[in-house]
């Protein structure tokens, strides 16, 4: 008996279509951790903003604060195009806890 007969296909560049998708979906469940660019993204909302929350208007920092998509990174064909400064604001963690609880019940 050979050990590795039931090996997995070694994975081959450019086989899977849906390598793209996998990747998107990836980035939706850990945007923040996955993308070091997205801190840059926040900290130039926070300062397009003003330091405060677009919502209650409350002053935030980086560490009270969430970079919250104005349109939902879903409606985009990818995450890039989502993560765009234009689509981009600042919330501080209580009104982007109440935004992601009611676009969940939607
Ligand atoms: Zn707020």
């Known amino acids: 008996m050979s050990p590795y007969v039931s090996r997995p296909m070694e994975y081959e560049a450019g086989q ?32 397009r903003d003003g330091h ?9 920092l980086s560490e009270t604060s969430h970079v919250d998509h104005i349109k939902p990174v879903r409606k985009f064909a990818s995450f890039e195009q989502a993560n765009t400064l234009d689509n981009v604001q600042t919330l501080c963690l209580y009104c982007h806890k109440q935004k992601s609880r009611s676009e969940r019940e939607v």
Do not use: H, S
């Open 52 to 60: 405060q929350c677009r919502n209650c208007g409350c002053l935030v």
């Open 16 to 47: 899977g279509k849906y390598l793209e998708d996998n990747e998107w979906e990836a980035d939706i469940r850990k945007p923040e951790k996955r993308r070091p660019g997205q801190m840059d993204l926040k900290q130039a909302a926070l300062e």
